[in-house]
């Protein structure tokens, strides 16, 4: 009698145990029981796995014991490969596809040539170091290839534009100048279909106007310091009458770029087994680590970027951003998701806000992600409208010409 109960207990355990490994896969975090917090997911397997083994073992006697056993080693035996098999796999996956944004990596001198384009962020085959160490890097000019499954044509001046701009601007013209990051570049896009096309695309059947041309010289992963940047050594060429700063939620961080590599051939831990039960251990492996000023290779960066970090460096780009408009004669433009603490730097710094945000009453469709970094077709056509109202109502566009 006895016996059976064993059985039965260890065959309980082992449900307990494996149960909570599989609430581990499917939550990809911890949890706590009755107070007793977060047990270590590895422990529960293996926990679970020998109170099945030793249940599976008690059934039987003699030699059906002995095949019991044999099978048991060929079912550890085969998950050891199959974790063996994940590991090397995961491994092989993040170094081909992982840390191709490095700053070594732009070092490279042919980078197009050695990274390969299934890179989820493969933005060194479309960017070059710029000599402006404060941008740190610009698009390529003159770009007619795919990018993420996506048409990418960029001018002479290395916007993401078709065609061409003259500095000097023509008489009578409206020039509205967008400079931000991927969201306002359009990622995942195929081009002109970002809604800096569709506010052009807007304002020239708008009446009373103008001539309208509306120039993006956005580029992925640039903070609001870059976007000054951008706009006072490149964009006040074009004698703009309207800045448009795109908004991110990431502007306020380090340039995209500032990562170092990682080797995840020789990371410590297990890589697999993060990946199917501890998911937040998975993506601090996987992730670049943000590089040190003083890690940089020497001369690639101004030091001053680094001040320029956080909401305090933000405020001090608009308001550096303000001077320059009021100097220039340009009205200046922030735009995008904008929440409370963003819309007040907006308002010390002394520039308009046009916060997207607002569409949330019309109750856009869930699949555009309006309000997401990265908004898809619909979501971009529905900020272009809605920035080409707002422009309209305040009168900031005849007001400027």
Not at 213 to 226: D, E, R, W
Request: proline residues 5%; hydrophobic residues 40%; negative net charge.
């Amino acid at each position: 009698m006895m016996k059976p109960l064993i059985v039965w207990a260890l065959r309980g355990m082992a449900a307990c145990f494996l149960a909570a490994c599989l609430l581990f896969l499917l939550r990809g975090r911890g949890f706590s029981v009755m107070g007793i917090g977060n047990p270590h997911p590895f422990l529960c397997f293996f926990l679970g796995t020998a109170a099945a083994m030793a249940s599976y073992l008690l059934q039987e006697k003699g030699p059906e014991r002995k095949f019991r056993v044999a099978n048991l080693l060929l079912m550890s035996f085969s998950l050891l490969m199959v974790g063996a098999v994940g590991e090397v796999g995961v491994r092989m996956y993040l170094q081909r596809t992982q840390g191709f944004n490095s700053v070594q990596q732009m070092f490279n001198p042919n980078p197009d040539g050695n990274l390969p384009t299934d890179s989820h962020h493969p933005l060194l085959v479309i960017t070059q170091l710029s000599d402006n160490k404060r941008l740190i890097y610009e698009l390529k000019p003159n770009l007619d290839r795919s990018f993420g499954h996506n048409k990418l044509v960029t001018n002479s001046a290395g916007m993401r534009e078709s065609e061409e701009f003259s500095l000097d601007k023509p008489e009578g013209t409206l020039r509205i100048v967008g400079v931000g990051d991927s969201g306002m570049w359009g990622w995942s896009l195929d081009q002109g279909n970002g809604y800096m096309e569709v506010l052009e695309e807007e304002l020239k059947k708008a009446e009373g106007l103008p001539e309208v041309q509306v120039l993006n010289m956005s580029v992925p992963g640039y903070n609001t310091y870059q976007e000054l940047q951008m706009l006072e050594s490149k964009g006040l060429a074009y004698q703009p009458d309207v800045v448009v700063i795109g908004w991110c939620d990431n502007d306020t961080l380090l340039p995209f770029f500032m990562y170092s590599r990682r080797n995840h051939w020789t990371e410590p831990g297990a890589y697999f087994l993060s990946l199917l039960i501890n998911r937040r251990a998975f993506l601090e492996k996987a992730t670049p680590e943000v590089l040190k000023l003083g890690d940089m290779p020497e001369g690639s960066v101004d030091a001053e970027v680094m001040q320029f970090a956080g909401e305090e460096g933000v405020l001090r780009s608009l308001q550096m951003f303000k001077h320059l408009g009021d100097t220039h004669g340009f009205k200046v433009v922030v735009f995008g998701p904008l929440t409370r603490n963003i819309r007040d730097i907006c308002e010390k710094a002394g520039v308009e806000a046009v916060n997207s945000y607002e569409l949330k009453s019309s109750n856009p469709p869930e699949e555009c992600l309006t309000f997401y970094m990265h908004p898809r077709e619909c979501g971009h056509r529905l900020l272009g409208e809605f920035l080409a109202d707002r422009l309209l109502e305040t009168g900031w566009l005849t007001n400027s010409n």
